[in-house]
């Protein structure tokens, strides 16, 4: 027997249970300080490398909308000031029983109509989907990624082999900055220069599901 299956039967015993219970409470604080420090370790990777690179970009957090203690993700700004705009982002999604790793390209804001029918935009978003992304009211491009973050199979290698883990974690984002970052840049501009509207927040875009 190993030492994994030995724990786990202790705990099983029913004079253990209240010992599991607990242990089990520990474990779920552990596992969201992981999760975080994964996040922010991202972040200091992606500031880096947005300098190395020069590009106008900045870094923010993402935290749940319901616990303001647990990061789920991370997203860029830009560093010129515009309403309505396009940007890259990482998150995790919570999936009824799991978290599971997505990125793409979002909308800061949710854009009308005519801001979408953009050339430049329709440009960008065929390029997204030869890629491979999917797209919905919220996300001009978005594709999963292999990362459970409170799963083991995550957990373990971001402990044992955590350099390793961030350098594969850097390159769903440089690949998408370097390959699609200039039809990026004038799809942004172009939204820069189209007249302005109504827009809807980043709260509202955010609590609408991905199609």
Known sequence: ????????????????????????????????????????ALRERLDRWLEQQSLPWSTQVTEDRNNDACLVGV???????????????????FLGDHYRV???????????????????????????????????DSF??????PWH??????????????????DDAMRPWQSLLLEHGEQLRLSNLALQEAPRSAVVSLDQLRGRSKS
């Open 1 to 40: 027997m190993n030492e994994e299956q030995a724990v786990l039967d202790f705990f099983s015993q029913e004079e253990n249970l209240p010992l599991a219970v607990i242990a089990a409470e520990h474990l779920d604080a552990i596992r969201l300080r992981l999760n975080n420090e994964f996040w922010l």
């Open 75 to 93: 997203y860029l700004q830009p560093n010129a000031e515009q309403a309505v705009f396009l940007r890259a982002f990482m998150e995790q999604q």
């Open 102 to 136: 997505f990125y793409g390209l979002m909308w800061n804001n949710a854009p009308d109509a005519s801001k979408k029918a953009l050339p430049a935009v329709e440009a960008l978003r065929a390029r997204l989907g030869d890629a491979g992304f999917k797209h919905s």
């Open 140 to 145: 001009l491009g978005w594709q999963w990624l």
């Open 149 to 166: 973050p409170r799963r083991r199979d995550f957990l373990l290698p971001f402990i044992t082999r955590r350099e390793e883990l961030l």
